[in-house]
């Protein structure tokens, strides 16, 4: 396991600096539910699922949730979050996920939130996903557009009067992700683009009016503005029917 992997799991080894992000939390969990209401989804896998805030509210007494986080941190709020009348139907994995044993084609629906500027293969991680999806299924991805001048400027706050990285995140644009996605057989179906304003801002104002702030600006899914200002985006995508034929040569990417 590579020095990044390591560094990764220290850093989301101890959740509460993660979990004072409410406004993001928020915003994500908002944006997902609104992508998947009329969804029908039976077996649900969060990868880095943290505390689970984006994926327990999915789930019910008629669908499977397989929680995955290297975290034992992360994966123990989780587990305390789940309604004891619901604890059957949740799988919970404390490992990373490209070394996880999967079922291929197991999954309606995958969600991959903070997850791509910390992977160590990017492209491989996203194969990967492909590999574990129904035709036909799921795939709510996150990222922030390393092109953008937000995050741009994001960077050199972070590095010059913030505290620094203690590795370096994938920087990924939005144009890279696009190709990446096609070449592993996903069509995009809606997309939500915000930014958490300037860099910053959550030192000068509480989470909840950072949150109004933000939807100020940027509206919600579906009835979005100024998209071209957000540089986080989330995407929801979905399988297509050839990808069953194309799944075992994408697989090799890893």
Same mark, same amino acid.
């Given at each position: 396991?590579g020095?990044?992997?390591e560094?990764?799991?220290?850093? =989301?080894?101890e /959740?509460?600096?993660?979990?004072?992000?409410?406004?993001n939390?928020?915003?994500?969990?908002?944006?997902?539910?609104?992508?998947?209401k009329d969804?029908?989804?039976n *077996?649900?896998?969060?990868i880095?699922?943290?505390?689970?805030?984006?994926?327990? /509210?999915?789930?019910? %007494?008629?669908?499977?949730?397989?929680?995955l986080?290297?975290s034992?941190?992360m @994966? %123990?709020?989780?587990?305390s979050?789940?309604?004891? #009348?619901l604890?059957?139907?949740v799988? =919970?994995?404390?490992?990373?996920?490209?070394?996880?044993?999967?079922? /291929?084609?197991?999954?309606? @629906?995958?969600?991959?939130? !903070?997850?791509?500027?910390h +992977?160590?293969?990017?492209? +491989?991680?996203?194969?990967?996903?492909? %590999?574990?999806?129904?035709p036909?299924?799921?795939l709510?991805? #996150?990222q922030?557009?390393? &092109?953008?001048?937000?995050?741009?400027?994001?960077?050199?706050?972070?590095k010059?009067?913030?505290?620094?990285?203690?590795?370096e995140?994938?920087?990924?644009?939005?144009? #890279?992700?696009?190709?990446i996605?096609?070449?592993?057989?996903?069509?995009?179906?809606?997309?939500?683009?915000?930014s958490?304003?300037?860099?910053g801002?959550?030192? @000068?104002?509480?989470?909840?009016?950072?949150?109004?702030?933000?939807?100020?600006v940027?509206?919600s899914?579906p009835?979005a503005?100024? &998209?071209?200002? !957000?540089?986080?985006?989330?995407?929801?995508?979905?399988?297509?029917? *050839? @990808?069953?034929?194309?799944?075992? /040569?994408?697989q090799?990417?890893?």
């Open positions: 396991m020095s990044k992997t560094a990764v799991r220290s850093v =989301f080894g /959740p509460s600096w993660y979990l004072k992000g409410t406004c939390i928020r915003i994500r969990v908002e944006t997902v539910q609104e992508f998947l969804e029908s989804l *077996r649900i896998l969060d880095g699922c943290g505390d689970g805030s984006i994926s327990l /509210p999915l789930l019910s %007494s008629h669908r499977h949730l397989t929680l986080d290297f034992e941190g @994966l %123990s709020v989780a587990r979050r789940v309604p004891a #009348e604890v059957g139907n799988e =919970f994995r404390n490992e990373n996920f490209m070394d996880a044993k999967l079922s /291929p084609g197991e999954y309606d @629906l995958i969600i991959c939130i !903070g997850v791509l500027a +992977a160590d293969a990017p492209e +491989a991680l996203i194969s990967k996903i492909v %590999s574990l999806m129904r036909g299924g799921n709510i991805l #996150e922030t557009d390393a &092109s953008h001048f937000m995050s741009g400027l994001t960077y050199l706050m972070e010059y009067f913030f505290v620094p990285e203690k590795y995140r994938n920087r990924i644009s939005s144009v #890279e992700l696009r190709r996605v096609a070449k592993c057989g996903l069509d995009l179906l809606a997309s939500f683009r915000y958490l304003l300037f860099p801002m959550h030192r @000068l104002v509480s989470q909840n009016v950072l949150y109004k702030m933000i939807r100020l940027y509206g899914y009835h503005r100024l &998209s071209h200002l !957000g540089n986080e985006c989330i995407y929801r995508l979905k399988s297509t029917a *050839r @990808l069953l034929e194309t799944s075992r /040569p994408i090799r990417l890893n």
